[in-house]
T-cell receptor
């Protein structure tokens, strides 16, 4: 049971480079999320997708774009990386079951922008 | 805007001690509260979820309570072990489709 998977695990970029972080879930969940985690800031929502074909901005969307490719996959793209985007990025998914909105997280991608 | 606070930020206890981690929130209009564990360099593992209509949930040595009227949740860990050392995060789901996280309590259980 893979749950939520993310690739790559680590990445180093130079300022101005672009990259896409990949996320996939095998739990047939409708909702998927991208968070970033920074020391002292907690986890902050970047974008989310309530269902296939829809995406919405979260708390810190600037500098990012997302694509909900299908029900399983939700990617995060940095078009022109900046040092302020150095962070750990987590993907999560959830499904509303009998009033429970439990989120499941992937292992994270550690991104450094130099 | 929901604000979630976890105090203390760090805690060190001897093995075998019972302990309580605290989570406070400002908006009681929540659907559920979720407790997570995060090991260094790893992702988040869901420990317990308490729905708005519930008062507590238990899993093994863990017990989480929810008091919406006072804006508080506690995570009780019985008979702590070195393997319990990790950062514990609480997160609330309110209206909309996202969780609001606290900044966590870093727990160290010493031999």
């Amino acid at each position: 049971n893979a749950g939520v998977t993310q690739t790559p695990k680590f990445q180093v970029l130079k300022t101005g480079q672009s990259m896409t972080l990949q996320c996939a879930q095998d739990m047939n969940h409708n909702s998927m999320y991208w968070y970033r985690q920074d020391p002292g800031m907690g986890l902050r929502l970047i974008y989310y997708s309530a269902s296939e074909g829809t995406t919405d901005k979260g708390e810190v969307p600037n500098g990012y774009n997302v694509s909900r490719l299908n029900k399983r996959e939700f990617s995060l793209r940095l078009e022109s990386a900046a040092p302020s985007q150095t962070s750990v990025y987590f993907c999560a998914s959830s499904e509303a079951l009998q009033g429970r909105y439990e989120q499941y997280f992937g292992p994270g991608t550690r991104l450094t922008v130099t | 805007k929901q604000e979630v606070t976890q105090i203390p930020a760090a805690l060190s206890v001897p093995e075998g001690e019972n302990l309580v981690l605290n989570c406070s929130f400002t908006d009681s209009a929540i659907y559920n509260l979720q407790w997570f564990r995060q090991d260094p360099g790893k992702g988040l593992t869901s420990l317990l979820l308490i729905q708005s209509s519930q008062r507590e949930q238990t899993s093994g040595r863990l017990n989480a309570s929810l008091d919406k009227s006072s804006g508080r949740s506690t995570l009780y860990i019985a008979a702590s072990q070195p393997g319990d050392s990790a950062t514990y995060l609480c997160a609330l789901k309110g209206g909309g489709n996202k969780l609001t996280f606290g900044t966590g309590t870093q727990l160290k259980v010493e031999l």
